[in-house]
Structure formats: structure tokens, C-alpha cells
């Protein structure tokens, strides 16, 4: 069976009765895990984590605007996260047996029957927009709730969906479909800052690195070394291994180690399978030639 | 839920019938999946690969020690391969969430009701004996079926459980645990097989390498390439990546390159994890850090 992960944000993180009302109305939808939610009182803001198929997805996207839109007013909301919506964005993410075209396909589904439903503009984001002004997230964000209106009534902002106005209280929802991110950070042997910076500086995106590279240099009190905190926005196109070689070449140009690094949270297998692949220099590999994969489709 | 791996080995690989109707007894017991079952006709065997908990799997060999000793007889037994019985290996593999001293256990509480209930002398073998000369399956296995009853009269080779002299038709069973094999062949840029059989043997255990690796050089006829070729018994001791940078470093003494690598048949997962985990330098890493993981989890 496909895996589609889908993570929303909402626009509370305060009011532990909301958040439960609605993170039980996605519970109740056949077909849908919730495999994690947390909320963040300064951000006033909580994140769900979701997996299932396509349609048990949508109809769980559904549920949750059917629960998050009459309770979360954002004329009344505070919080240091930026936000646009009461379902601020919702990404689709392709994890298993399934492809990025099918979860882009998902978000514009979901997207046009939000709008209609509940009468809030949806702005497609990432993979699902065709607008490259439209694809990063922070952009459509940019004025967050607050300059909405104006944004809104401004040339090219017409919304892929839904009336061209905000929402009177949910605002408007950011829907798409992304590849996983993964948390990487590469802890270096020096205490110097400048070292970090400059290397984050080397492979990120923003400064004409990596396409797929978020990075910043940062210091760890606690441990008198620095790092260089990374997120992959796509480990197919940008792998881990690249990434992890760039940083040791260019923090050997300082005469600084590599000390170790670390990946928070998540990974997706197939990013530590290509890790491998690249480094015994295999050819023809397969993921059906995985034991546990073999042992898990025989149950089916 | 467990998983262990049973890759039970019979003595006979030509009569389709016989072969169907011992397949089909392991695939009647709850609880055990059929992966795999294949059957050579000149080595006159056939190997199944069964998965399933402790409980299950144990009921499944005496279910094809059920339908086999009847039907197999080794004095009309001949072929390509080395065998002592009817059933002639029975290896239990630990997969995922269980221990190899689980497998042990299981292997000697198989093996007693095996003897008890078939009259089949049993020897352990690898992890589940404690007997220095009765680990290795070639040592117990000299002198095959013809030579065991004088083999049983011998000092030191009073089986571990059943009679004292062979079953006469059925002969002796081997049972044991063992890690999961990876078949892993290394492909090197040049012709000449003296350089490969030197690099096979600078890092098989029988010569002086590594503990879990046995290796020998061959020549791929149809590529004109020389293929390092290997079994490795115990990818946790003995990592892939390890025999991978050694294989390397050795061909470079003879100035040549590896050309590619590759994985025959299954691998574990964990092997490939740690060998991303090499690469990257990652610290603290947790299979429950694998989305799929925890995935699969929240399903449970």
C-alpha cells in the first residue's frame, strides 16, 4: 500500500481542548495514523504528523478544517511563528510506493475542495505550483495574516482557489506537495564560529550552493564546538553523502575536522540507502533485495 | 511482532511431488511465511526461507520433519552437494526484534523435540554449540551420510540430543543460529586474477583476515573483469564497509581500481544503516529514526 505523509499546521499551540478536538476528528478518519502532534505555546502553533493513502488523506485534511476553522480565529491570534491561516499549510510528502507527481495531484484535489467547502483561498506551494513566485513557502507567507487582505487585492496574488479575499477568520491555507526534509547538522572541532558560517555560507542554496540546502553556522555553548545546521529540502537531488563531503573539504581549507554529525528526527531509509549505495560502489542495487522489505510484502 | 528467519535445507531437489507436499506442510502451520523455496536438481536439494516468531517456527519444522523423513530416504540419496540427513540444516537467523541468543534457544528446544519425537540424532551447530569442533557446518558435515555411523562411534561426536547412531533412512540433522549471510562481491578494474585471488585471500578469515569473511578470486569471463567474491557472516563484526575500504586499499598495492560492488540476494537493512552511519560520522543514530520505522509502528 502507498505511504503519503502529511504534515499540517495550525494556529494554536495555547488551548489544549482545541487541539485535542481536533487532532480527534483526523484520528476518527479510517485509513489515517497519526503518528505524532505537537504544540508550541510561544508559537501558538501545533504540528500533526499524518500517514495513509491518498483518499483517507483528504478526507482527513477535510475533517480537520471542519474542526479547525469555526474555533481558530486569527483576528485574535498571537504568536512568534509567522502564519497566514487557522490550517496555516499543509504538505503532502511521498514516502512510499507512490510519487511526487500523485501527491501533487492529492494537494490540488484537497486544496480545490477546502476552497469550496469552506470558503477559504488556498495558495498552492512547493511541487503542486506551476508560479515560481508561488513555490517557497516564507514568500506567499510574507505579511502573514496581518497584510493578507492588501496581499491579496495586489497583482498575481489571485489564489489557485476559492474567493479572492481572505477568510474572514481562518485567513488563507498554503496546500503542496514536498519532498521529505531532513534535520542534518555536521558538528566541526573548533570553536570558532566564523568557520561555521563561512562553510554554511559554501553549500547552501541562498549563497550559491547546493540547490537543496538550508544551512546556517551556529555555536554549542554546552559543548565549546560549533555547526553547521543543515536542512535537506531533497536528499534525491542533493544526497546526504555530497553534502557531508562538501562540508569535511571545506572545513579541511580551515585545518578543522569533521567531529560528527547528527540527524534530528526523522530520515527517510531510502537517504541512508543511497548513503551506502555511494560509498561501496553498488551497482544495480534494489530495495526488494532489503530482508525486511522481502519478509514485509510477503505478508500482504 | 519478531521476526526470525528459518532457512531449513532437505535432501532432495528433483521429485516435484515430494518437494510440493513438504512445502505445502510448512505452509499449513499459522503463523509462518513461505519467502522463498527453491530445489536444484544436480546438487539433488532444495532450500526454503521461512519467517514467523519463535512459536510458529518451531511447530513448522516439525511439520517438514513430518512430511520428509518419511519420504526421503538417504540410501537412495545422491548428488552434487555434501549432506548428512534427510533434513540435513536447519539455521535459525535472527531478523528483527529478537536476540541471537533467542535464536539459540529456540535451535536447542527444536533440535530435543526433533530427536524425541522422530528418533533423529540432532547436532548443533554455530551459535547454538558450545562445542569448539562442532560449530562449523563443513566440520560436522565430513564424511556425509555414507561415513556417519562410523563418524557417531568416534570419540566426541555423541550427537546433542536422539540416539547415539543414525536414523537409517533419515540420518543426522544439523540444527542451529546464525546471522544472516550477505553474499557481496567486489568488482575489481583489471584482469588479472592473481590480484584478486591475493586481495580474497589478505582478508578471508581462513588465511589470516577478517573473522566473518570468507573470500575467494574469480574471473568474470563475460566482462573480462576479476570479482572479489564473498560471504559475510556477520555484518555487526565484520561491517561491510569495512571489508569494502580493506578490498580497496589492498588493490591499490597493485594499482587497480574497484570498479563496482554488489550485493547478491538479500541484505539486512542494518547493514546498510551502518554504513551510511560510517560515512556521515553519524552520532547517536536509532533505527527508530527511520520514518518507515515508526511508520510500520504506529500501525501496531
Known sequence: ??????????????????????????RRVDGVRVLDHSSDASHNRSVLT???DAAPLKQAILSLFEAAVPVIDLRQHSGEHPRLGAVDVVPFVPIEGVTMDACVALARETGAEVARRFNVPVYLYEEASDNPARKNLEDIRRGEFEGLAARMASPGWVPDYGPPA?????GATVIGA?????AYNINLATDRLDVAKKIAAAIRYSSGGFRYVKAMGVRLEDRGVVQVSMNLTNYEKTPMYKVFEAVKREAERYGVNVLESEIVGLVPAAALHSTAEYLLQLADFDANQILENKIRESKN
Chains 1, 2 share one sequence.
Do not use: Q
Open 1 to 26: 500500500m502507498p505511504i503519503i505523509e502529511c504534515v499540517p499546521n495550525i494556529s494554536e499551540g495555547r488551548r489544549r481542548d482545541v487541539i485535542e478536538s481536533i487532532v480527534s476528528a483526523v
Open 50 to 52: 499524518l500517514a495513509g
Open 166 to 170: 481572505p477568510h474572514p477568520s481562518a
Open 178 to 182: 514536498r519532498m521529505p526534509l531532513i
